[in-house]
């Protein structure tokens, strides 16, 4: 990587991205301004050893209940005289304070821990259209977002979190809409390790284990469970009692919920929010 700093210029909000063609080592810091904001900065340069070139710049968008980190580039080639559209793929680490916070795919979403100044690492591959750059390198960002983390409108709550091996064990999860916005509408799901042979199930009639394989195939999958609620007020939580039965083999079991928050007619409205995550004791005792 070069090691030659550069200033770099800061865009927030859906701006279209200037990308200096200079080569930076590191993205310097950069200010958002108040409210839910994209803001980008130049991240650094890979080359390659026939003349490719590529400026990558690294997007992060908070405020909302994601953290959602992009990568875009710049690319060309020594020599050639065409105009490139790049794409760019790759995985991203966010760290504060030297604490990594979330790891994601680009342009992958995870829940936002809130402002502060953030030093975002990517491992890109940038590839041209038509064909003449394919690189990949890391590179790196310091943005600072000030938009405040979004109130929490959901919950989700269980009364233990340890399962035990060879051993079924009885669960209460909690679900709990704050908000005044949106509707009772909910989808909680639970899921485990696939091959793992762990089994959900509930006598909950609003639940049932996922079909899978074309129709009209009855084959069900036993460590997966999904709950349609329409009932969530607030003041009034909704409670589903499950069964969780391992084997032999330890397995987590994942909770997690999808909501609506509408907004007329629109139909991108609303989140998921993960839930507490289910632990198996090696020892098979229980927590």
């Known amino acids: 990587m070069p090691t030659r700093p550069t200033t770099l210029r800061a865009l927030a909000g859906a701006a279209l991205l200037s990308l200096a063609l200079v080569t930076p080592a590191w993205g310097g810091s950069a200010a958002e301004p108040e409210g839910p904001a994209t803001l980008c900065s130049v991240a650094g340069t890979l080359r390659g050893e026939h003349g490719q070139h590529a400026v990558v710049s690294l997007c992060a968008a908070g405020g909302s209940p994601q953290l959602t980190v992009s990568a875009a580039?710049?690319?060309?080639?020594?020599?050639?005289?065409?105009?490139?559209?790049?794409?760019?793929?790759?995985?991203?680490?966010?760290?504060?304070?030297?604490?990594?916070?979330a790891t994601g795919t680009l342009s992958g979403s995870r829940e936002y821990p809130g402002p502060g100044t953030y030093d975002i690492t990517a491992t890109v591959r940038v590839r041209s259209v038509p064909a003449g750059v394919d690189l990949t390198g890391t590179v790196q960002a310091t943005l600072s977002l000030t938009a405040p983390r979004a109130k929490a409108t959901h919950a989700i709550t269980v009364d233990r979190t340890t399962l035990r091996r060879n051993a079924t064990t009885t669960l209460t999860y909690t679900i709990r809409r704050d908000s005044d916005d949106g509707d009772g509408n909910a989808r909680f799901g639970?899921?485990?390790?696939?091959?793992?042979?762990?089994?959900?199930?509930?006598?909950?009639?609003?639940?049932?284990?996922?079909?899978?394989?074309?129709?009209?195939?009855?084959?069900?999958?036993?460590?997966?469970?999904?709950?349609?609620?329409?009932?969530?007020?607030?003041?009034?939580?909704?409670?589903?009692?499950?069964?969780?039965?391992?084997?032999?083999?330890?397995?987590?079991?994942?909770?997690?919920?999808?909501?609506?928050?509408?907004?007329?007619?629109?139909?991108?409205?609303?989140?998921?929010?993960?839930?507490?995550?289910?632990?198996?004791?090696?020892?098979?005792?229980a927590g």
Request: glycine letters at 12%; aromatic letters at 4%; a positive charge.
């Open 73 to 101: 580039a710049t690319c060309r080639r020594a020599g050639v005289r065409v105009r490139y559209t790049c794409r760019t793929d790759g995985t991203w680490t966010a760290r504060r304070a030297g604490k990594t916070l």
């Open 190 to 285: 639970l899921v485990g390790e696939d091959g793992t042979g762990v089994r959900i199930a509930t006598a909950d009639a609003r639940c049932g284990n996922p079909l899978v394989g074309r129709y009209p195939a009855k084959t069900r999958l036993p460590h997966s469970l999904d709950c349609a609620l329409t009932a969530l007020q607030p003041g009034h939580p909704e409670k589903v009692k499950v069964r969780v039965t391992v084997g032999a083999t330890c397995s987590t079991v994942v909770s997690k919920l999808g909501y609506w928050l509408p907004k007329g007619q629109d139909v991108y409205t609303g989140g998921m929010l993960a839930g507490p995550t289910l632990t198996c004791r090696q020892d098979g005792q």
